[in-house]
């Protein structure tokens, strides 16, 4: 399903699409094409794309791309897939009771949760937050420990 996403594997690409997507709910996801949670993801994101496009532009960033390296460190990829969320070219920031807060790691459990997490974040930027509460109960958040190397 992913072939109905745009892709993007170039730095300039990410860029212009976070600098050009105005007054929408930009979507990130980072992963592998070749990832069966990543393909999960896809199909629920490629199912909603339709129906958030008022508001919303769903694009996907291939973490094994050299030229993307840059964005994977600075959003620290470490966990696939992970989806980073902008409006205005600035980065939206979720809180879902989970230790990060800069980006949703894991698959939605059904495309509806993925429409309210994205009209939540659509929602708050209206509004001039950066920062929104995760719509989701907390039984249908991923859940996942953080390992911090070298500390």
């Not at 532009?57 to 990829?77: G, N, P």
Request: hydrophobic share 40%; glycine share 4%.
């Amino acid at each position: 399903m992913s072939y109905l996403l745009t892709s993007l594997s170039k730095k300039h690409e990410v860029d212009s699409i976070i600098r050009d997507t105005i007054d929408k709910v930009l979507v990130l996801r980072f992963g592998r094409a070749s990832d069966s949670v990543c393909l999960q993801l896809d199909q629920i994101l490629s199912k909603a794309a339709r129906d958030v496009s008022k508001f919303a532009t769903v694009a996907l960033v291939d973490v094994d791309s050299e030229d993307v390296q840059v964005y994977v460190k600075y959003f620290d990829i470490s966990l696939i897939p992970s989806t980073v969320f902008f409006f205005n070219a600035h980065h939206m920031k979720m809180d879902s009771g989970t230790a990060d807060h800069t980006k949703w790691i894991g698959t939605f459990h059904r495309k509806q949760d993925f429409i309210d997490v994205v009209e939540a974040i659509f929602r708050g930027a209206m509004k001039g937050k950066l920062i929104v509460n995760c719509p989701l109960p907390p039984e249908r958040i991923p859940k996942y420990q953080l390992l911090y190397k070298d500390v």
